[in-house]
């Protein structure tokens, strides 16, 4: 059994900063990639940032230069640093995660999603 759990959503200003953090455990054997997804109401979920276990990172063109993903293999678990929020940043923020439980047969784990608003 393998379990994302995220943490460090909320309501913050515009302009302001958050930090996602969220932490894999289980019977895992290999994480191939960590990220982070969102969704507003009414829109698809859609990628924010992912990061590959050789440290190779992609963004979403709407939040490049303003939020960074970084990773601790040690602890299988990915960050999503958040600056210069803005309202359309809104939404619940899904951590996803492609590894094996056995060798050779990688699937995508979700966690339930932690809420991230952004308002004055």
């Known amino acids: 059994q393998v379990r994302l759990v995220e943490s460090g959503g909320g309501l913050v200003q515009p302009g302001g900063s958050l930090r996602l953090s969220c932490a894999a455990s289980?019977?895992?054997?290999?994480?191939?990639?960590m990220g982070w997804y969102r969704q507003a109401p009414g829109n698809q979920r859609n990628l924010v940032a992912r990061?590959?276990?050789?440290?190779?990172?992609i963004y979403a063109d709407s939040v490049k230069g303003r939020f960074t993903i970084t990773r601790d293999s040690a602890k299988n678990t990915v960050y999503l640093q958040m600056k210069s929020l803005k309202p359309g940043d809104t939404a619940v923020y899904y951590c996803n995660a492609v590894l094996s439980t056995v060798p050779g047969a990688a699937d995508a784990y979700w966690g339930r999603g932690t809420q991230v608003t952004v308002s004055s």
């Open positions: 990061i590959t276990s050789a440290g190779s990172t």
């Open positions: 289980g019977s895992i054997f290999s994480i191939n990639a």
